[in-house]
């Protein structure tokens, strides 16, 4: 009954508060980019570490604790220290350090509103619920992108991250709301009181760990772009604020598509098999722009890289809740979260440091190609696990 009323509630607070945080991220990318590539990529660094350093911690406290409790305790606090951000543009270290302690909240949340989402759709809803809080951030993000660049080509850097504060608050009143709830039951722990527990189910679980193994391979090929974008829109392109915000856009039109289109799957294999498609698509589009050197080249890249980002955000964390008994998902979402933001890092470091010796245009096509080769390897494991003679224990109903 609640849950017709709740997922809107949620859906609309994930819209407002990844509209604030596009919205700081391009500010803060802008910000660095005249600086040093280096910056680039320690804002993006500061951002992830929490999240691949804090998964058991994050996992534990979401199997541990009320979901919808826990989440707005962690957005209140991610919402003070982004506005505290606003007043310390002048030091590096220090807007780092904030972005770090950021980051730590985000490290929160994550799979608490994953782990949330089933108690709030019902388990067989799931896919659709997963499919339709992708298309919200993803609205949020398109927006965000849109007006961080126009907030700091007019405005400056400051309104915009104090703005992105407000937004944690306005997610934080709405899951207030909220009627349903996950609350962890005191014999789960007393049967898996192991924070690592969520790792030890992937790596035990061979759908799992071909899929998810994949997926951190090909997303540590590709985030290579992320600290390469800015400097080429700036200098391959010669554009400004508004052309980088508009090609971001792009990608975010593109990940509306990719979560439609991921909500109509449906069976085990198809949901495991597209998560490798999706990772061959990413590395393809993201070739196209390293080719053509051209804003409609890079736009229609951003698209096509966007609809296989939806997808492969949706079928991850589907083929999670497919293969997860309820009471360690908290645990295992966590664990995801953590070894693919490890990906992410290694592959902004690396962006970052290739980045320093080759022109974005050649970042491209390496991380590209990298993601196209990973794809690839991992739809052929993950086709060779789902065999009746190779696949691991499906501990929930498809």
Known sequence: MWGKRDLPLVVGGAVVSDFGNAITMIVLLL??????????????????LPIALGAPIAGWLVDRFPNRRLLIAALLCQGAVTAAIATAMTVPALVLTLVFLSGCGRAITAPAQSALIPHIAGEENSTKAYAWMGTGRSLGILAGATGGALLAGHFGYGPALVIDGATFALQALALAFVRQERRPRPGDHQERPSATAGLRHVRTDKVLLAGISGLASFVGCVVLINVADPAYVRYVLNGDEFTFGAIQSCWMLGLLVGNRLAARLTRERQVAGWLGVAGIGIGTAVLIPAALPYVVANGIGWFLGGICNGVDN??????????????????????????VTAANLVGTAAGGVLLLSLSPRWVFAIGGTGAIIAGALCLVRVRKAMSPAEAGLITTSK
């Open 31 to 48: 910000w660095a980019t005249p600086i040093s590539p280096l910056l680039v990529a320690g804002v993006l660094v500061a951002e992830m």
């Open 314 to 339: 949706v079928t991850e964390k589907v083929l999670i809740r497919m293969r997860t008994p309820e009471e360690i998902r908290g645990r295992v979402f966590a664990a995801v979260s953590s070894v």
